[in-house]
């Protein structure tokens, strides 16, 4: 079975107006086929963009029984998935073992609804400089939605 890899890269803004943007790329590849999604959202941190951003790329996957291989230079997000964060979080009312609660709660929970639709999700954390191309190419549609204040979806 042929393995989906998304690639998620976010940007964010200085202030425009007194207002912040956050701007999420995402390529989804699976053998030869390509998607292209990035949005922009006023107001939101990093960490909450990204969030939004895994939880709309899971969503955009119609096949939820195929191996999916998450790639991100966010260790916020790799930690949580690959140290099991996120599940004790849910099992512990999401408190944090310091019995204080989870930031971007919401943004978690919804990344949970989306996860528990597959079967294998893997999470590769790799360098902001990374040169592979559609990691670079996720930073690019980031920059590009965040500089025209447009989200688009399209193909290569």
Same mark, same amino acid.
């Given at each position: !079975?042929? #393995?989906?890899?998304?690639?998620?890269?976010?940007?964010?803004?200085?202030?425009?107006?007194?207002?912040?943007?956050?701007?999420?790329?995402?390529?989804? @590849?699976?053998? %030869? /086929?390509?998607?292209?999604?990035?949005?922009?959202?006023?107001?939101?941190?990093?960490?909450?963009?990204?969030?939004? &951003?895994?939880?709309?790329?899971?969503? !955009?996957?119609? /096949?939820?029984?195929?191996?999916?291989?998450?790639?991100?230079? !966010?260790?916020?997000? *790799?930690?949580?998935?690959?140290?099991?964060?996120? #599940?004790?979080?849910? @099992?512990? @009312?999401?408190?944090?073992?310091?019995?204080?609660?989870?930031?971007?709660?919401? #943004?978690?929970?919804?990344?949970?609804? #989306?996860?528990?639709?597959?079967?294998?999700?893997?999470?590769?954390?790799?360098?902001?400089?990374? @040169?592979?191309?559609?990691?670079? *190419?996720?930073?690019?549609?980031?920059?590009?939605?965040?500089?025209? %204040?447009?989200?688009?979806? &399209?193909?290569?």
């Amino acid at each position: !079975m042929t #393995e989906i890899n998304c690639y998620i890269s976010v940007v964010k803004s200085d202030a425009v107006f007194d207002e912040v943007y956050t701007s999420c790329g995402i390529v989804l @590849q699976s053998g %030869q /086929h390509r998607k292209t999604y990035a949005k922009v959202t006023p107001g939101v941190s990093l960490q909450v963009g990204l969030l939004e &951003g895994v939880a709309t790329a899971l969503g !955009m996957i119609q /096949h939820p029984h195929r191996p999916v291989q998450l790639y991100t230079s !966010m260790s916020y997000l *790799y930690h949580a998935l690959t140290k099991g964060y996120l #599940e004790e979080w849910a @099992q512990q @009312q999401w408190l944090t073992k310091q019995n204080k609660p989870v930031k971007n709660q919401k #943004e978690w929970r919804d990344l949970r609804h #989306e996860l528990k639709r597959f079967d294998d999700v893997r999470c590769r954390l790799i360098s902001g400089k990374s @040169q592979a191309f559609n990691a670079r *190419y996720s930073k690019y549609l980031a920059k590009q939605a965040l500089y025209t %204040q447009v989200p688009f979806e &399209g193909e290569l």
